[in-house]
């Protein structure tokens, strides 16, 4: 009965028990979270640019090495969650061609170009950062198969977070300019990176359903300031400034004062209107063309290699 399995669904949300694919699910709640894992795995196999872009360029076979493999991780994450998407029910070229024709989004900080090797490092620092506050609740996710890729993806992004703080030290103890580089580096990144947590909850259009669903956990303001707190420290660790004149502790609070991100400009860099957005996705549309040969060649692989059908 239509009541009864609504009822199951609610009682296994409000036990905080998981969702699994099988299971019966609204339809809106099925489509809320399919938006979102689409999302997230298009940002991270189109997260995978900005980095990109540095590693024929990098200073060392070592720093070579590292961001190549944590490009290739990025890839690997979008895969995590293009097959989690996938148990949804809707194939992944089709989330693909969402993305290419613009109708899926992707996160905004991705719109930004990397200018100086220093951002690979203060990309890591920061997005990865905050993609670490906001996804480490996402392991308790409603949905099994989000929450289980994000553990994977949580441990992996610790690394990065942590290579981008080891590539900006190292800058902050080199030459002048050297600190000089670091310095705007983290000076650009770091509204880009408060502006990943989406807009304040006032205007959120998903949250409160999501909340309730247990798909998120807390609020876009929420994770923001818990970012905020985390960095504050760290910076002063690194001996880099965070870019604003009114990040201040507040002792009633007992968190930091800080200025929020200009949200007109997230809203135009999610409508397409960002530094670099042309150049994204027809980079991304060039790649996915580009491995068309890859997918064909695997496809004639696996029926080749599929077992003989019966009788
Ligand atoms: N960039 C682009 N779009 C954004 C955004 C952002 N920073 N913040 C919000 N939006 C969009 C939402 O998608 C939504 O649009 P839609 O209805 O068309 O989907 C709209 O703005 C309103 O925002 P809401 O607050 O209502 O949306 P959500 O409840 O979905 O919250 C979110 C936004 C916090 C970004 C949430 O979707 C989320 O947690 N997503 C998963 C996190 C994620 O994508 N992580 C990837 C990190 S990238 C990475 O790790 C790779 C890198 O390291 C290289």
Redesign the pocket.
């Known amino acids: 009965q239509p009541h009864e399995r609504q009822a199951r669904f609610e009682a296994l949300i409000a036990a905080d028990r998981k969702v699994e694919p099988g299971d019966w699910m609204p339809d809106a709640y099925r489509e809320n979270l399919l938006?979102?894992l689409a999302?997230?795995a298009n940002?991270?196999i189109v997260?995978?640019q900005p980095?990109a872009h540095w590693i024929a360029r990098a200073p060392s076979l070592k720093r070579k090495a590292v961001l190549l493999a944590k490009v290739q991780d990025?890839a690997g994450?979008g895969l995590y969650l293009y097959a989690a998407a996938e148990t949804l029910g809707t194939d992944r070229a089709a989330l693909l061609n969402a993305l290419h024709e613009g109708r899926q989004?992707?996160?905004?900080?991705i719109n930004y170009p990397t200018l100086t090797w220093a951002d690979t490092g203060a990309l890591a620092w920061l997005?990865?950062g905050a993609?670490i506050v906001?996804?480490v609740p996402?392991c308790r996710s409603s949905y099994g198969p989000y929450a289980r890729a994000m553990v994977r993806v949580c441990k992996e992004?610790s690394f990065?977070h942590r290579q981008g703080f080891d590539s900006l030290w190292t800058l902050m103890r080199g030459t002048p300019a050297q600190r000089a580089m670091a310095q705007d580096a983290v000076d650009r990144w770091w509204y880009p990176a408060l502006?990943?947590?989406?807009?304040p909850h006032t205007a959120?259009?998903?949250?409160e359903r999501?909340m309730a669903w247990r798909i998120?956990r807390f609020t876009?303001d929420e994770l923001r300031q818990r970012f905020v707190d985390i960095c504050v420290p760290q910076a002063e660790a690194l001996g880099v400034r965070l870019p604003d004149p009114g990040l201040r502790w507040n002792a009633g609070r007992g968190h930091y004062d800080f200025t929020e991100p200009d949200y007109a400009e997230?809203a135009r860099v999610?409508r397409g209107d960002g530094p670099a957005n042309r150049q994204r996705l027809a980079h991304r549309r060039r790649a996915h063309e580009e491995g068309a040969w890859v997918r064909e060649a695997a496809a004639a692989y696996a029926a080749k290699h599929a077992p003989a059908a019966p009788g």
């Open positions: 938006r979102q999302q997230h940002s991270e997260g995978m980095e990025e994450h989004k992707y996160l905004s900080f997005t990865d993609a906001n996804q996402l992004e990065h502006a990943m947590f989406g807009p959120s259009t998903h949250s999501s998120k876009n997230l999610v």
